[in-house]
């Protein structure tokens, strides 16, 4: 990196014999590289150690690939398929192409190191924490869970409730709260994996795991930082009104933080659902976030292309927005808003003596092994002792539709009870008639059924009876086969004739003879 830095402040080729001794199996894998912007329809590429810096006699630049800083940009060449598939990735700034480029090959190079090693490489809590104290009770390292975080290292939460018993707090103020005096090795930072200096701390739930690159913040070095917390509870009702899981177990994404036995949150599902793109995508998981079982993380060794699939992967806007959706936010959130105060810490009067007991304290040492840039000093207390909780509520449910109806209902039509009641008995009547014009219609369309075989109208009683009178009583005459000895058409025998009635009821009488009601009385 120091020869890269050279080529980039000074891109001549005067330093040809400083890096004849260097390894280029890292550089050759994801180099950087100089582009001259001065003709932006055809840029050009440019080196940095020259085109034949794989040989040993000569690692300069070609003779006239030279270009001043204003006219050349950093960016970082990604490739694949054996070098036959390359992008860009552009830089505004050289500082930022450095540290992108120096973090991918870290990475490369954590991944293949023991968990275990990494952790023995991180600062014990013993080391971290100088002093502690919690309200008005003395606390130490041990009273912190150390998980290790691979941007930080070994990270210590306090009053996490996992294993241990929590603590409660007894009052709000800062009196009350938990002090702490932390050495962050300034001296130890390697330059191109972070370029700031100071203490990363989150405040969150217990039983749920801290995303601390993702929600915390900065605590200065050589500085008192207090922070007063509110607290918020956030209550979503859920479907149909929002999109909210209690638990996780709806979202179909499994949890790679579920070893560590925490509550779910919508950054462990974006992480894990990230990480499951990276492996269907490149064969292989990225360093900075859990492995599922049977998979191994990405490094140039097992899996060359790695570099150019996860710098694709991560600007694909498709691949966020498809985790964003699948990914659901917690019905029950607690938020912690913190008001930030800093001082500086400790002041010129103190420092000497402050300095020489903490030297003392953790080196055994009288002499001054501390300064102020490498320790940090922490207030954090509960503002109020209550909370404040949001709750979600419906915006329209049943009873409120009904009222809505009714206000509206009366305004517009004077309507009350008693006219709902009229309107309920008229649509009841309606139904009530039109079933009995259904019935009625079904029964006359029955009836012309049973009747449609007659081409004219059905002959009365009269017509019948004189169809079937015969006044001679001559016998009913009707072809006959003599040799077969039936009728045509296979024909019943006719009824033969009656004569026609003859009753005495039916003599018509003159109507000047009148029976009177007495018997033998005649008018």
């Given at each position: ?21 260097l ?6 894998h994801t ?6 912007e ?9 080196d ?17 690939r ?6 050349c940009?950093?960016?970082?060449r ?11 990735r ?8 450095v540290?992108?480029w ?5 990475t490369?190079?954590?991944s293949q190191?023991?968990?275990?090693e990494l952790?023995?490489?991180?600062y014990?809590g ?6 502690c ?15 290790f975080?691979?941007d930080y ?10 294993t ?11 009196e009350f ?7 962050i ?12 200096a ?5 405040l969150?739930?217990q039983r ?7 929600e915390?913040?900065y605590a200065?070095?050589?500085t008192?930082t ?5 607290v918020?509870?956030l209550e979503?009702k859920g ?9 996780g ?6 949890n ?18 990230f990480?499951?793109?990276?492996i269907?995508n ?7 976030y859990?492995?599922?079982r ?7 060794q ?5 570099a150019?699939c996860y710098s ?5 806007v498709?691949q966020?927005?498809?985790?964003i ?8 959130d607690t ?9 500086e810490?400790p ?6 003596w402050?300095?020489h ?5 953790r080196?055994q ?5 501390l ?7 922490l207030?954090?207390y ?16 049943i ?5 809505n109806l009714?206000?509206q ?5 004077g ?19 039109t079933v009995i ?18 081409a ?10 004189e ?12 072809s ?11 024909q019943?025998?006719?009824?033969p004739?009656?004569p026609?009635p ?12 009148v ?7 005649a008018?």
């Amino acid at each position: 990196m120091d020869a890269v830095l050279e080529r980039i402040l000074a891109p001549e080729p005067s330093h040809a014999n400083a890096t004849e001794a260097l390894n280029f199996t890292i550089w050759n894998h994801t180099p950087l590289v100089l582009i001259d912007e001065q003709n932006p329809h055809k840029p050009v590429v440019l080196d940095l150690f020259g085109d034949n810096h794989n040989s040993s006699a000569s690692s300069s630049p070609a003779p006239g690939r030279t270009c001043d800083a204003q006219g050349c940009k950093v960016a970082m060449r990604l490739c694949s398929l054996n070098g036959t598939v390359c992008t860009f990735r552009n830089f505004t700034s050289a500082t930022q192409a450095v540290m992108e480029w120096y973090v991918l090959q870290a990475t490369n190079i954590f991944s293949q190191v023991p968990r275990q090693e990494l952790v023995a490489m991180s600062y014990p809590g013993e080391q971290l924490i100088l002093a502690c104290l919690f309200g008005a009770e003395p606390c130490s390292h041990r009273n912190f869970t150390s998980i290790f975080h691979p941007d930080y290292g070994n990270c210590h939460i306090f009053n996490w409730g996992m294993t241990e018993k929590a603590l409660p707090s007894s009052n709000p103020g800062a009196e009350f709260g938990l002090k702490l005096i932390l050495d962050i090795g300034q001296e130890d930072y390697v330059p191109f994996l972070t370029s700031t200096a100071g203490a990363r701390l989150l405040l969150h739930e217990q039983r749920s795991y801290p995303f601390i690159k993702e929600e915390g913040i900065y605590a200065m070095s050589g500085t008192e930082t207090s922070i007063g917390v509110l607290v918020d509870r956030l209550e979503r009702k859920g479907e149909p009104y929002s999109r909210c899981t209690k638990n996780g177990s709806d979202v179909p994404i499994p949890n790679l933080y579920s070893d560590h036995n925490t509550t779910y949150s919508i950054q462990a599902c974006i992480h894990s659902c990230f990480q499951d793109h990276m492996i269907r995508n490149c064969s292989c998981g990225h360093y900075l976030y859990p492995l599922p079982r049977g998979e191994k993380y990405c490094n140039n060794q097992d899996f060359p292309d790695w570099a150019y699939c996860y710098s694709d992967l991560r600007i694909n806007v498709a691949q966020r927005e498809t985790c964003i959706n699948l990914c659901k936010e917690s019905c029950n959130d607690t938020q912690y808003k913190m008001t930030i105060s800093m001082a500086e810490w400790p002041s010129e009067a103190s420092e000497d003596w402050i300095l020489h007991v903490l030297s003392q304290e953790r080196d055994q040492s009288t002499n001054i092994t501390l300064s102020r840039k490498g320790i940090v000093k922490l207030n954090i207390y509960f503002q109020e002792f209550n909370y404040r909780t949001i709750e979600e509520s419906a915006a329209n449910n049943i009873v409120w539709l009904l009222s809505n109806l009714g206000g509206q209902f009366g305004f517009w039509m004077g309507g009350s009870v008693l006219c709902l009641i009229e309107f309920g008995e008229i649509i009841i009547d309606f139904v009530w008639i039109t079933v009995i014009k259904l019935v009625a219609f079904s029964k006359s369309l029955q009836r012309r059924r049973a009747q449609a075989h007659y081409a004219s109208p059905p002959p009365t009683v009269a017509e019948l009876v004189e169809a079937h009178t015969n006044f001679g009583f001559q016998p009913d005459v009707i072809s006959h086969s003599p040799t077969t000895g039936t009728y045509p058409d296979e024909q019943p025998v006719p009824i033969p004739g009656t004569p026609p009635p003859n009753y005495d009821s039916l003599r018509l009488q003159p109507l000047d003879v009148v029976e009177s009601d007495n018997e033998g009385d005649a008018i």
